[in-house]
């Protein structure tokens, strides 16, 4: 009897258009609404076909929001998967796939048989190869096969009756496999089902960040295409008609950041979104924003550098970059959801704040939480009330008006009798070019002083565990709360606590207090330890130690675990 | 029809332009078009990039964008885009628009959003002090180009024409009234109008001097098919005797604000729509 209970990590893996993305999306939106917490991250490779790619499915009883390197059931749709995958496949990993394609590379692997050729000629056609695996990955979990029958009828319904019913045939089969096939081998899984997780609303980290994007009122996006941070363009391409989103793909990154500061020079509210390479272009642009004073809120979903670098995998790596992008000094603010929630909410903080104070605002995001799937209770989603910075200019209107706390009122063209100029160069209030030295002084201070005000904004961190006791803080920010939260759990000891970050910069100045004599740990995708340094900029806080990752991959729990016990 | 002077700035305003220079008399026409059109200046925007021509919204009393260099058509499209009741111009250089904004001078034609693209073409570099500029001539020797210009001139009338501009037009900065009418009838243009406009460099362009172009240039007459876009490449590709005037207008394209909104009026005035949003989110169950 193999037992599996509690916490399952079940792993697709094929070549690029074998349909692995298709089991996935079924696969995890069958579970979720079957009750049961899922967790979906994937890695791929940057091609169209061929390749080997994989995703990786936990299903747990508590909420999970981590990769873990191992695997207990592994959907093996090629041979290729199995080289790929090899320093995760463990005896007790159960292998599923075709015995005859597999047998090459079947060493140390306990291979279960499962005749997807064989099913596909019955079905008449290999497009029902993925319907068959998602019948078999449920029928070997004993989840409810009425789930997957109402779940392809609603997926499949445009498609017309006799796909539908195909695929119902499909998933039938697959599914009186998979359970025959538990039975067989003695495989039995447990784990919890909830009601209330059926309920919850499916998300993975692009589509929160465009939801969060529309509830800011987003209404302007130009953007040139890059992996990872296409997925907001396409999102809001999507979706944007009903809310009147204008949407444009720039002939450059140089000239999407361009637009969207005369789309909110205008008054709208824009936002732009690339990765590392595209927004290395448009720094020009963010330096212009920092002079003109004019909103712009910046999506950078990260992938490794430099350069082309590993353009489908993860890393967090850009930090510095964000920070001290574009020449000159100006303030800015820096976000960095983990979660569909915190993501949600700082798109709409993104807005709100770079509105405030006129700034460039950025939400750093990278490829393993845009990718990242899982199920959040809808009422954990936070709306940020809108507030209206835009006035009505008077005749003597001046867009630069020097004032006690940095902020200038900002009117926009065509709405007052004012006019409203503004200008790259150093500008008088009336944003006229100027030379003169008092001018200067008197502008530059202006603009920095709003970093007062932003940082008194700035978002607090997330606390876990006994902050206040533990003698050692493990510190992340971006991507890896899910990672840290889970090694905490893990590791169960009141030594340590967790810290995670969701604004990077400023810090807010009421957190330092938590660090008071503590010893640091900080976790982060990267091999310069960019946010340890950014604590020592910011809080004057050395760290004792740090747990880096630059692989391209997310870290896993089981590796973090141990490289903390190692230090602990 | 407005008078005129209610675009000038307060007496005394210092200005950047040497005594002579080319771009007096266009800022002269573009005041004088504005204000045949009854345009206030509250409801037009200036945009402009960097170089001496890209000064000109510190003479012009309108709303304006000074951004950076090559950069003023992507502000301009999404200014006109987000505020299509406002009337948007493009105003820079030579080497801004052509060189370092090449890019978005390409594909500013392709959108055809309606902004009127006034480009003072001086054949040279001003501010940074005479070097070759994309419409130098072959042969002019500069303090970089120390042998002469060895590249072939941009030629932006036919690289408009041949991206399907719908209103293409070249002008000369002394002729006052027949440029304002030129310049009027490009704000007029429902769509994207880019005039080309000559402007003698009295510091840094010992060649193509005021008299050169008086002897150069001539005006399409009034026979002429500004429809026929093969008689506009013709002209276009002229360099002997360079034609003056609207060469090509196409009035039947959409613009690009047009085919790109999905909402009516300013965006400033947009509020999200909670239900969409409550029924977009449930959609995620």
């Given amino acids: 009897m193999k037992r599996f209970s509690g916490d399952i990590s079940l792993v697709l893996g094929g070549a690029a258009g074998m349909g692995v993305q298709t089991v996935e999306a079924l696969l995890v939106q069958v579970l979720k609404r079957e009750g ?11 091609r169209i076909r061929g390749g080997s790619n994989s995703t990786e499915i936990r299903i747990t009883d508590a909420k999970r929001a981590a990769f873990v390197k191992r695997i207990d059931f592994l959907f093996a749709m090629d041979k290729d998967v199995i080289p790929h995958l090899r320093d995760r496949i463990a005896l007790d990993t159960i292998v599923l796939g075709e015995l005859e394609k597999l047998r090459d590379v079947s060493e140390g692997c306990h291979i279960i048989d499962v005749p997807f050729t064989r099913f596909a000629n019955e079905l008449g056609n ?81 589509e929160a960040l465009g939801l969060g994007t529309l509830s800011a009122g987003c209404n302007y996006i130009s953007s040139y295409p890059m992996s990872p941070g296409t997925g907001l363009l396409t999102f809001l391409a999507k979706h944007g008609n009903e809310f009147g989103v204008v949407v444009d793909q720039a002939e450059d990154e140089i000239a999407a950041i361009n637009q969207g500061l005369g789309a909110w020079y205008a008054g709208a509210r824009a936002i732009v979104t690339t990765s590392g390479g595209g927004f290395d272009l448009m720094t020009e642009g963010v330096s212009l924003a920092g002079i003109i004073e004019t909103p712009i809120v910046v999506h950078i979903g990260q992938r490794p550098g430099p350069s082309t670098g590993l353009p489908t995998r993860t890393e967090q790596a850009d930090l510095n970059l964000v920070l001290y992008a574009g020449h000159g000094e100006f303030p800015r603010a820096i976000f960095a959801p983990s979660t569909p929630e915190e993501a949600f ?54 867009r630069y008006a020097v004032t006690a706390d940095g902020v200038s009122p900002r009117g926009i063209p065509g709405y007052g009798e004012g006019l409203v100029g503004i200008d790259s160069d150093e500008h008088d ?20 002083r709003k970093m007062v005000g932003i940082r008194a904004d700035a978002l607090m961190p997330t606390e876990r565990g006994d902050v206040k006791h ?99 | 029809m407005l008078d005129k002077k209610i675009y ?63 950069r003023a058509l992507p502000p301009a499209i999404a200014i006109k885009i987000a505020s299509p009741h406002l009337t948007v111009i493009a105003e ?91 310049v009027k009838a490009a704000m007029q243009h429902k769509g994207y109008a880019i005039v080309d406009i000559f402007q003698p460099c009295v510091v840094f362009n010992k060649q193509n001097t005021y008299q050169w172009f008086k002897e150069k240039c001539y005006y399409v007459d009034a026979e002429y098919d500004k429809t026929d876009k093969v008689q506009a490449f013709e002209k276009a590709f002229d360099m002997e005797r360079l034609a003056l005037g609207i060469l090509y207008q196409d009035t039947s394209k959409p613009t690009y604000e047009d085919l790109v909104r999905t909402s009516q009026g300013p965006l400033a005035k947009q509020e999200v729509s909670r239900e969409a949003l409550e029924k977009l989110i449930n959609s995620h169950r």
């Fill in chain 1, 36 to 46: 049961y917490n899922v967790f979906a991250s994937k890695e791929y490779m940057s």
């Fill in chain 1, 126 to 206: 290999p497009i029902y190869t993925s319907t068959v695996a998602v019948g078999v990955a449920l029928g070997l979990l004993h989840a409810e096969e009425k789930g997957l029958t109402e779940y392809l009828r609603d997926h499949f319904a445009r498609k017309g009756e006799a796909v539908v019913a195909k695929n119902i045939e499909a998933g039938a089969l697959g599914y009186a496999f998979g359970k025959h096939l538990a039975y067989a081998e003695g495989i039995e899984v447990i784990v919890a089902k909830r009601s209330a997780v059926a309920e919850e609303l499916l998300l993975d980290g692009t």
């Fill in chain 1, 345 to 398: 909410l700082v798109a709409q903080q993104a807005f709100y704040i770079a509105d405030k104070y006129q700034i460039p605002t950025f939400i750093l995001t990278d490829q393993y939480f845009l990718d990242s799937v899982r199920s959040i209770p809808e009422d954990s989603l936070r709306t940020i009330t809108r507030e209206n910075f835009i006035i009505e200019t008077a005749a003597d209107y001046k």
């Fill in chain 1, 429 to 448: 209030e009336e944003a006229h070019i100027t030379e003169s030295a008092l001018m200067r002084v008197a502008m530059h201070e202006k603009r920095l």
């Fill in chain 1, 470 to 568: 533990a003698e050692t803080l493990l510190v992340s920010w971006g991507s890896n709360r899910g990672v840290m939260e889970e090694a905490l759990e893990v590791l169960n000891t009141p030594e340590l606590a967790g810290l995670h970050f969701h604004q990077v910069y400023p810090l807010p100045v009421k957190a330092k207090k938590l660090f008071v004599k503590k010893k640091v740990i900080v976790l982060e995708n990267n091999a310069g330890g960019q946010f340890a340094n950014l604590l020592l900029l910011e809080y004057g806080i050395k760290v004792s130690d740090t747990v880096l990752q630059y692989d391209g991959n997310p870290f896993a729990v089981e590796d973090v675990v141990a490289r903390l016990r190692a230090l602990l």
């Fill in chain 2, 8 to 70: 000038d700035m307060p007496k005394g305003t210092d200005m950047a332009w040497c005594p002579g220079c080319g771009n007096f008399p266009i800022l002269n026409i573009v005041k004088m078009a504005l204000a045949e059109l009854d345009i206030r200046p509250q409801d037009a925007v200036l945009c402009s990039g960097i170089g001496q021509a890209a000064k000109t919204p510190h003479y012009l009393r309108v709303n304006y964008f000074n951004g950076l260099h090559g």
């Fill in chain 2, 92 to 182: 820079s250089g030579d080497g801004d628009t052509y060189g370092e904004g090449g890019n978005h001078f390409m594909h500013t034609i392709r959108r055809n959003p309606d902004i009127t693209n006034i480009v003072h073409d001086n054949m040279i570099y001003g501010l940074t002090k005479g070097q070759a500029s994309p419409t130098s001539e072959k042969g002019m020797k500069t303090p970089v180009q120390t042998a002469g210009v060895i590249l072939e001139p941009f030629n932006p009338l036919a690289v408009a024409l041949a991206l399907d501009a719908s209103f293409v037009a070249r002008a000369f900065a002394s002729d006052i009234l027949e440029s304002k009418d030129i």
